[in-house]
């Protein structure tokens, strides 16, 4: 059973996906149980070969098959070899942890006084001082674990994987990297984790939060995002300058325009890197706002065909107008993108933006029925007690359905996720969740 697994894996993925690797090891495992310690060694090496060439040298994964190899010696009497392999694992930067790797672009300003890359929400508002770097997010032990075992359960297909997703507040900020060289070596390093992809290849993705979020809250949820995803391209966040409070929330509506320039030169700079790279980007809340504006301008300035290969385009929870996205969606089926947006009616914040701006209904609390927009209702994946504006990363059904989704555009909806079950209205067709029995 564990060989026919391998075939189907590698048939359906190929035989370099990372889930091939999980499959050779679980019979290397069975044959050194049985004795058969030159095949499970053989294997043991494979799947070794196959988990650095997808993650690199210091993943987690990877220490794992060092491990594994170096109990295997040990079993053989073979302390030289064990002890090798063991120092491997050992020596990298801390084999419980992940670190993820962020991109990123922003057009907050530097704090002048700080001495490591720190960005508070005064807003910058000449795209040529648009700042470019890399976050390395760090996901502890017990969130490693978690995402561990959730894979084990769902037979390491994480999207299809039920309970906890990670936890944003627990991911730590480890580094911030700022390009030296006006984004080269940043691309050049985007190339080489390129070059590794295998669950999502030629695929980049760009997170754009919401109202409210500092700097460090927009890298933080854009690793929690990609990790629990695997999203094994390139993933990235647009750190725009949101502020806190009530005044302040009314106003960033003009911020959110200031900085669609910035976000429109990040695209610009991806699809002029990576023409054949698909950019995915999910703006969440007020984010939905900046994502709009930035491809509503794409749209003007692509008279010869996009400046960037799009890929899906989603809104979660988004703060936005539904009258505002009706005026644009002339400009995004010209990219020839599909909207997908994800709704709720528990979604509190929306209720609070309704009431507050009192200019029309909110995409975000309610499924909307437009051309080019596949609109999901999540009503009933909330909890008690919460605002409900993030459950788009808190559900793993939403996750599952999101990773589908980029991994493979299917649509309808309810054709990738059947606890989405399309629903007909006099106003149009929607899509919404519709609990198991």
Known sequence: MYWRALAIREKSLGPDHSDVATSLANLAVLYATQGRYADAERLYKRSLAIREKAHGPDHSDVATSLNNLAGLYDRLDRPAEAAAYRARAAAMPGWEVADVPVFFATNRIRDPQAVTPKFGNDQQTDTAAVVLGRATIRAPKPEVLNRAERGAQALGQLHKAAGRQTSEVALSVHRIDLSPDNGASLIAEARERLSRAARFPKQALIYVHGYNNTFDDAVRRAAQIGYDLEFDGITAAFAWPARSGVAA?????????????????????????????????????????????????????????????????????????????????????????????????????????????????????????????????????????????????????????????????????????????????????????????
């Open 249 to 437: 929330y009314m106003g960033d509506r003009d911020r959110a325009a200031t900085a669609a320039p910035f976000l429109l030169h990040m695209l610009e700079t991806l699809g002029q890197a990576f023409p054949d790279v698909k950019v995915h980007i999910i703006g969440h809340s007020t984010g939905g706002e900046v994502v709009l504006n930035a491809l509503e301008r794409l749209a003007d300035r692509s008279a010869n065909g996009p400046r960037v290969k799009l890929g899906e385009v989603i809104l979660a929870h988004a703060d936005v107008n539904t009258t505002r996205l009706s005026a644009v969606m002339p400009s995004l089926r010209k990219l020839g993108v599909t909207v997908t947006s994800y709704s709720s009616g528990e979604d509190r914040a929306m209720l609070a933006s309704d009431w507050m701006r009192g200019d029309g209904a909110r995409v975000g609390g309610a499924p909307v029925h437009l051309s080019g927009v596949d609109a999901i209702d999540i009503s009933g994946l909330g909890v008690r007690f919460s605002w409900n504006h993030n459950t788009f990363v808190q559900s793993s059904m939403v996750f599952g359905d999101m990773a589908r989704l980029m991994a493979t555009g299917e649509r309808p909806p309810s054709k990738r996720t059947p606890y989405f079950a399309e629903t007909k209205t006099d106003k149009g067709t929607h899509w919404e969740f519709r609990a198991p029995k």
